[in-house]
C-alpha cells in the first residue's frame, strides 16, 4: 500500500497541494491566491515601476505560498538545496508556463522575462542564515493539551458519541482549515475542530483507530483522541514538513522534511522527541525528504528521498537484525562493522530516483517511479535490489494506486498526473495489462474489495469537474459523472462496508458528495470548504487494498 498525499498524501499530494503532490520538479508552487484577476493587476503595477526590488516581487507574487523567508508554506522551500534537481532555465519555465498536475499557475502574464530570471536568481542564493531546526527547538515547541494519559484507567474507554467509531471520517478541509469528523452511516458530522495551516500527507491512525496524528506543511505533528474528540498533544518536528508514519505497533511516529534534511523519530504516547536522523550520505551531502511509510510486515519504516538514488529501510523492531553497510564477505564470521541496532539503516541503492512508490500486498516489492524517467522499476526490499521495470508513461501517481485481484493475478493500477491514462499492471509478470484512457491527467484512484468499481478522477484541464467509473473485471469505463460541472471532482473514499462511495468537489464552496456505490446514484452532499480528503478509519487500518496507506 502507499501515501497518500494530500491531505492521502496529501494529503498520499495531498495537499497537493495536498495528499502527497509537492513533486520533485514542482518545486515552484506559487501563490495559488495569485490568481489571473490579482495577477493583472499586479503586473499593470510592476510594469509602471521598473525599479521594484526582486525581493518585492517575491513578497508580491510568492510569499503567500513560499513563504516571506523562503522556508516554505502550501508549497516547497525555495532554497539553494531544495533546488538542487531543478536547473535555473527550467526553473524559468516553470514560472512562466506554470507545472502541470500542481498548483503552480503560470506567471508569464505577470511578469517580464526580466522579472522571472531575475527572481530565479534570487531563489537560487544561499539565504543569510542556514535554516536550522534543532533538538532544542523541537522540545521547546511541545505543547500539552491534555494532561490525562492515554492509556491510564482515566482514559475513555469509549466514544463520547454513538457512532460506529470505526466507520467514522475524517475530513480534512482545506479552505478553512478545519477537520470533521463524520458518522460513515448517517453521513452526519459529529465534530467540527480547527487544524494546522495546511496539513499534508493524510492522518494517520492507530492500529485499533483510537488515536489519530497530522502532519501539517509546516512542522506540527498532532496527535487527536478519536473518542474524546479533543487534540492531546502538538511538537512542530521540523520547518517544512512531507509527512509522517506511524510504526504498526503503535509506539513510534516517524516524521520526514523537507527542511532541514531530516528524519524525527518521535514517541507516539506523547510525542516526547526520540531521536534525529540527519539524511546525510557518506561524502556529507543531505536529501530533503520525499515521503516516510510504515511497511507493517517488515517491522520498518521505508523512506523515500528526493535527492539520493536510494530507499531507507528502518527497522523499528526491538531485535532488528544486523545491517552491513557496502560488501562483507561474511558476516558471520565478524568481517563486518553492522549499523547500531537501535533503528538501524538499511541503504538500497537506485538506478534512478523515486518520487513516487506503492507497496504490494507483502510489502516484500516496493513499485516505484522518477517524475523524470521514462519507467518505473520494482524493487525487491528482500534481496535490495532493481528485478524489473515497469511501462508506465507520462508521470504516473503510484502513491494514489491500487491493487484488486483479476483472473488468476492481481493488478495495479495506477492514474497518471501527466497523461490521460490509467495504467493497469500484472504484479505477477510487471506487465502491462491494458492502458485505460481518460479524459484527461488524474490524481487520486479508489476502490473496496467489496465494490465492483475503481473510481479515478480527472483532476485538472478541461474535464476536472469528471469522474470515471471502471468496471474491475472488464477493464473498461462503465460511466463518468459530473457532480458538480465546472467545479473540480476528486478523492473518494469507501465506507467501511463499501457500500457508499464519498467524492470531494475540491472548492472552496465545496461538497462531499455520497453515492451508492452499486447504482452509482447520488444519496446526499455535505457542505465542505475545500474538503482536500475523507479518511474511512476502518480502511485505513485494515490497510484496505482500494486506498492509499
Known amino acids: 500500500m502507499s501515501y497518500d498525499g494530500p491531505a492521502d498524501m496529501t494529503v498520499r499530494f495531498l495537499l497537493f497541494v495536498v495528499d502527497q503532490l509537492v513533486l520533485a520538479a514542482s518545486i515552484f508552487m506559487f501563490l495559488l491566491a495569485a490568481a489571473p484577476l490579482h495577477a493583472a493587476d499586479k503586473a499593470q503595477s510592476n510594469e509602471a515601476s521598473p525599479d521594484v526590488s526582486v525581493s518585492d516581487t517575491y513578497e508580491a507574487q510568492c510569499a503567500s505560498c513560499h513563504g516571506k523567508d523562503r522556508l516554505g508554506g502550501m508549497g516547497p522551500a525555495l532554497l539553494p538545496q531544495n533546488l538542487a534537481r531543478v536547473r535555473q532555465a527550467e526553473a524559468v519555465n516553470i514560472i512562466t508556463n506554470g507545472r502541470v498536475a500542481t498548483q503552480m499557475p503560470a506567471f508569464g502574464d505577470v511578469l517580464s522575462t526580466d522579472q522571472v530570471e531575475t527572481l530565479v536568481e534570487y531563489i537560487y542564493q544561499e539565504p543569510e542564515s542556514d535554516p536550522v531546526w534543532s533538538e532544542s527547538d523541537i522540545l521547546a515547541s511541545r505543547v500539552v493539551h491534555k494532561t490525562e494519559a492515554p492509556g491510564t484507567e482515566t482514559a475513555a474507554q469509549r466514544p463520547i458519541y454513538d457512532a460506529d467509531p470505526l466507520n467514522v471520517f475524517l475530513v480534512v478541509e482545506g479552505g478553512d482549515h478545519h477537520v470533521t469528523v463524520l458518522d460513515g452511516d448517517t453521513f452526519k458530522p459529529i465534530h467540527r475542530f480547527k487544524s494546522r495551516h495546511a496539513l499534508h500527507g493524510g492522518p494517520k491512525y492507530s492500529s485499533d483507530g483510537r488515536y489519530v496524528y497530522f502532519a501539517s506543511r509546516d512542522g506540527w505533528v498532532s496527535k487527536f483522541d478519536m473518542y474524546t474528540l479533543e487534540t492531546i498533544v502538538e511538537v512542530r518536528a521540523g520547518i517544512n514538513t512531507r509527512n509522517l508514519a506511524v510504526s504498526a505497533d503503535d509506539r513510534y511516529i516517524l516524521v520526514g522534511n523537507y527542511l532541514p534534511h531530516t528524519l524525527v523519530l518521535l514517541n507516539a504516547d ?188 480527472v483532476f485538472t484541464g478541461p474535464d476536472k469537474d469528471a469522474v470515471h467509473v471502471i468496471d474491475k473485471q472488464t477493464l473498461e469505463i462503465v460511466k463518468t459523472l459530473r457532480p458538480s460541472p465546472g467545479k473540480t471532482s476528486g478523492h473518494v473514499e469507501f465506507t467501511r462496508d463499501g457500500r457508499y462511495a464519498l467524492l470531494s468537489i475540491w472548492e472552496m464552496d465545496g461538497e462531499v458528495v455520497v453515492y451508492d456505490g452499486n447504482t452509482l446514484e447520488e444519496v446526499t452532499r455535505i457542505p465542505a470548504s475545500k474538503p482536500v480528503g475523507k479518511y474511512n478509519v476502518f480502511n485505513k487500518i485494515t490497510r484496505s487494498s482500494g486506498t492509499s496507506h
Open 270 to 457: 506523547d510525542l516526547s522527541l526520540h531521536k534525529i536522523i540527519p539524511v546525510v550520505d557518506d561524502h556529507g551531502n543531505s536529501s530533503r525528504v520525499s515521503a516516510v511509510y510504515t511497511a507493517e510486515p517488515r517491522e520498518s519504516f521505508i523512506v523515500a528521498l528526493k535527492d539520493f538514488k536510494e530507499v531507507w529501510e528502518i527497522s523499528y523492531s526491538d531485535d532488528p537484525d544486523p545491517v552491513y553497510q557496502g560488501y562483507v564477505h561474511d558476516y558471520k564470521m565478524g568481517e563486518g562493522m553492522a549499523e547500531p541496532s537501535d533503528f538501524p539503516i538499511r541503504i538500497i541503492k537506485l538506478d534512478d530516483f523515486l518520487d513516487d512508490f506503492f507497496f504490494d500486498d507483502s510489502y516484500e516489492h516496493l513499485i516505484g517511479a522518477s517524475r523524470k524517467g521514462e519507467q518505473g522499476q520494482v524493487i525487491n526490499l528482500d534481496v535490495g535490489r532493481r528485478i524489473a521495470n515497469v511501462d508506465l508513461p507520462g508521470m504516473p501517481h503510484l502513491g494514489s494506486g491500487i491493487t484488486w485481484p483479476w483472473k488468476d493475478t492481481t493488478v495495479l493500477a495506477s492514474p497518471n498526473l501527466k497523461e490521460g491514462v490509467v495504467s493497469i499492471i500484472d504484479t505477477k509478470t510487471w506487465k502491462t495489462v491494458k492502458r485505460i484512457e481518460t479524459l484527461g491527467p488524474g490524481f487520486f484512484m479508489r476502490s473496496h474489495e467489496r465494490s465492483p468499481y475503481a473510481w479515478v478522477d
